[in-house]
Nanobody
Framework: VQLVESGGGLVQPGGSLRLSCEAS????????MSWYRQAPGKEREMVAR????????DYADSVKGRFIISRDNGKNTVYLQMNSLKPEDTAVYYC??????WGQGTQVTVSA
């Protein structure tokens, strides 16, 4: 199982970023895919998740209305579109396949 995140970086408050997570080594379409984040000194928290069927998604209250998770089962990729970014969104963002493992993480820094 391999999960490779990309798309992180430095952005100003109010800006946008799009994270990608390319998966391999398992049947991507059958698994719940999630994005988590971990800020310095804090526990890892779930940000958004996309269920394997039905287009069902779920979000942490802190990102509802700003972040959008989507998945392309044909490309084995899950995305996180992050809009209206705030300094408190600064964290390492991780991709997760339920029960299978984690990616290496990608740093997102929101700062003026």
């Amino acid at each position: 199982v391999q999960l490779v995140e990309s798309g992180g970086g430095l952005v100003q408050p109010g800006g946008s970023l799009r994270l990608s997570c390319e998966a391999s080594g398992f049947t991507f379409s059958r698994f719940l895919m999630s994005w988590y984040r971990q800020a310095p000194g804090k526990e890892r928290e779930m940000v958004a998740r996309a269920f394997s069927a039905g287009g069902i998604t779920d979000y942490a209250d802190s990102v509802k209305g700003r972040f959008i998770i989507s998945r392309d089962n044909g490309k084995n990729t899950v995305y996180l579109q992050m809009n209206s970014l705030k300094p408190e969104d600064t964290a390492v963002y991780y991709c997760n396949a339920l029960g299978l493992g984690w990616g290496q993480g990608t740093q997102v820094t929101v700062s003026a």
